[in-house]
């Protein structure tokens, strides 16, 4: 069996300026934007592996990376949702983008009440991509997803004796190929 993990094509709305200071809502407006933003079409090298299922992200840039990768039905998924994040406050201060980038992870490794996705319920949403979508059957998958996602899938994946690539940050577009 073997499980293709991917990243979507890169997105066509910029971070803005590490140092751009933005109050909560102009983060969580970013966000949105962001979200809904569409991708850099890249060229893709075709696999070698014919992919039986494909699942994918619900999300925009991920659904139009999936039908670059794969010509069968896509099943979208908002269990392949990147992580939310929240701004930890909603006080009216104004902060660099990455620093709200690094306190709305934060607040979630922390179980912070200000982030809508808790640790237990992204770990719940993990095991039931593994155990309900990928595992189930038998059948060489490819999952079309997002960079922070995919940290948790791969390490999980190789938790059941699955074998693949390390990575820190998954490039866009690139197709990670883990066996068992």
Same mark, same amino acid.
């Given at each position: ?50 992919? %039986? ?5 619900d999300l925009p840039r991920a659904v ?33 983008i990455l620093l709200w980038l690094f ?67 998954? %490039? ?9």
């Amino acid at each position: 069996m073997k499980i293709g993990l991917v990243r979507h094509f890169e997105v066509e709305y910029q971070l803005p300026s590490k140092l751009k200071l933005m109050t909560p809502n102009q983060f969580k407006q970013w966000l949105y934007e962001y979200e809904i933003s569409d991708i850099k079409e890249s060229r893709v090298e075709p696999s070698s592996i014919k992919w %039986e299922k494909c699942f994918s992200s619900d999300l925009p840039r991920a659904v139009k990376t999936a039908q670059k990768l794969f010509a069968g039905q896509i099943i979208e998924t908002k269990a392949l949702r990147e992580l939310a994040i929240f701004p930890p406050t909603n006080r009216n201060i104004k902060l660099p983008i990455l620093l709200w980038l690094f306190l709305g992870r934060m607040a979630w490794m922390l179980s912070d009440k200000s982030q809508v996705e808790s640790k237990l319920m992204f770990d719940e949403r993990l095991k039931y991509i593994l155990e309900e979508i990928i595992l189930k059957e038998d059948d060489d998958v490819l999952l079309v997803s997002h960079g922070f996602l995919m940290i948790f899938l791969r390490k999980e994946l190789l938790k059941r004796g699955f074998k693949g690539p390390n990575f820190k940050r998954a %490039e866009n577009g690139k197709i990670y190929v883990f066996e068992k």
